[in-house]
């Protein structure tokens, strides 16, 4: 080996990493600019901490040299359009992958693919949240240089979806994201994504290859569709804001910080439900006059209005908030109410957190129609999912709590949770009040002069009020306790940090 050979090794690396970067392709980045986009490369570091970021497979280069010149893949499909490794993130460990949309429309070639079976597998043996920014076209069918015939033994898919309840696992959707693409973005515990995202499990090529016509890439699994039907957890304004929620996500991960203190006086609390108790009233300021300042996160909330789910923290402490939207359906719990109910549940569990149930609903959804979508098993899903819950649950009925479905909110019992409490208006019975007059003195009120018989409804159904009182439940110890609402944050909080860590 001669004196010079280092330095000669030493300069090709320099320049073989820098064709890997953004800078060796201006023209391309520009154009990416001009589309208001951000680069693979530039998400990652916007997203981890500077310095941390440790890549794997950056020489890897498209199996194509059978029809292309190694020199030319080598500048124009850097890394086979997959970048991934480990870093930091707020100062903890991590992963981070992404698919990069100007190699090749960021399809998924046949090296990529062991690329992304190694940091999986990887992220399993090392434990490492991982996030994960999947656009892309989905398969790539030029790489020419392996013997391939299906290429159905590929890992990836299997290997990501074992990592479910395993690792954290969040995945970012922007732009075109189709076949394989889509469902590494589909098996993530989360998916955030921006306006102009496409999610589907073929893009326009396949599907017209299928024979089932043709259309453009912008009809399918737009953004409004996919939010709208639970696809979609979060849906921001861009890349930078897609960020800036992965980051807040993952700090929930990380357990409790320093109390940021109340959002409002908590004597509000007093004051935000209406009088009547048949209004509807929008629940999320509850939520957010329960929590710290800027800590929560609202999850699918296109998708089942009647409940609403979030991230958020109490004096400090991450945790799963779930609660019944008045404004939807008088809050009833329908067949995709369960379902959303039940997988944020699911990810509560896997994730770690506690849960929050802020409990205001007439009970599930009932009759032929609600029925036909399921209700069943969906509900029963709910049902079990709270069931098997072992982080800290705990319950508050704001308003009503009714049926089945109150039963579902608390875990299936009111005494499943670590505490369950009431506010002082609210009430608790197996099914609605004047629904229950009428049910249990049907034949009484047959024989009523039909003048008389609202009179009479009324009547019975004050007086089951005052028995299902929230105090008169609590007196023969169906609840643990009523409590003022400018309680609530407080009794939250001490019962959350008197359970055991997990």
């Known amino acids: ?70 020199a030319e ?54 434990g490492l949240p991982t996030v994960f920014f999947t656009e892309g076209g989905g398969g790539r069918p030029g790489d020419v240089d392996l013997p391939l015939v299906s290429a159905l033994d590929v890992g990836s898919f299997a290997l990501w979806g074992a990592l479910e309840g395993v690792v954290p696992r969040i995945a970012v959707v922007s732009g075109r994201c189709f076949a394989g693409n889509a469902v590494l973005a ?18 326009p090529a396949m599907i017209a290859g299928g024979g089932l016509g043709r259309f453009a890439a912008e009809e399918i699994g737009p953004v409004e569709v996919q939010a709208a039907n639970g696809v979609l957890d979060v849906v921001v304004d861009d890349e930078e804001e897609a960020v800036a929620v992965v980051r807040r996500i993952l700090g929930y991960l990380a357990g409790p910080v320093p109390s940021a203190g109340a959002t409002t006086d908590p004597a509000d609390l007093r004051t935000m439900l209406p009088a009547n108790d048949r209004e509807a009233f929008d629940v999320r300021p509850v939520v957010e006059a329960l929590a710290d300042p800027d800590s929560v996160t609202w999850l699918r909330a296109s998708w089942a209005r009647e409940l609403v789910t979030a991230f958020a923290r109490i004096d400090g402490i991450p945790l799963g908030v779930v609660a019944n939207q008045s404004t939807h359906l008088a809050g009833a719990l329908t067949a995709e109410a ?3 109910a039940a997988d944020f ?9 506690p849960v929050l149930s802020l409990v205001d609903t007439p009970g599930f959804m009932v009759g032929p129609d609600a029925e036909e979508a399921g209700l069943v098993r969906h509900a029963s899903r709910m049902v079990n999912a709270g069931a098997r819950l072992t982080v800290p649950l705990v319950g508050v009925v704001l308003r009503r709590g009714y049926g089945l479905g109150a039963q579902a909110m608390l875990g299936g019992s009111t005494h499943r949770p670590l505490l369950t409490v009431a506010w002082p208006d609210a009430h608790l019975g197996a099914m609605g009040l004047e629904g229950a007059v009428r049910l249990s003195l049907a034949h009484e009120l047959a024989a009523l002069p039909e003048d008389e018989r609202e009179e009479a409804v009324a009547r019975h159904t004050a007086e089951l009020r005052a028995h299902a009182s929230a105090l008169n439940v609590a007196r023969v110890f169906e609840i643990d306790d009523v409590i003022d609402p400018a309680e609530t944050r407080t009794v939250v909080a001490a019962t959350l940090r008197a359970a055991a860590p997990r």
């Open 338 to 340: 369960s379902a959303k």
């Open 73 to 126: 893949l080598v500048v124009e499909a850097p890394a086979d359009g997959i970048i991934g490794g480990t870093a930091t993130i707020d100062g903890r460990p991590c992963a981070v992958l992404s698919y990069d949309y100007l190699v090749m429309a960021g399809t998924q070639g046949m090296r990529g693919h062991r690329k992304s079976d190694r940091l999986i597998e990887l992220v399993g043996r090392m």
């Open 1 to 70: 080996m001669t004196d010079d050979a280092p330095a000669t090794g030493l300069t090709e690396l320099l320049a073989r990493r820098f064709l890997t970067t953004d800078e060796a392709r201006g023209e391309k980045v520009a154009r990416w600019h001009a589309r208001d986009r951000r680069t693979a490369r530039e998400n990652i570091a916007d997203l981890v901490d500077a310095g941390s970021f440790v890549e794997y497979g950056r020489f890897v280069t498209a199996a194509q040299e059978r029809r292309r010149p190694l």
């Open 345 to 353: 549940l699911g990810l509560c569990e896997r994730w770690g957190l």
């Open 186 to 203: 589909g098996s993530a515990d989360l998916r955030i994504a921006t306006p102009d995202a496409n999610l589907g499990m073929a893009g």
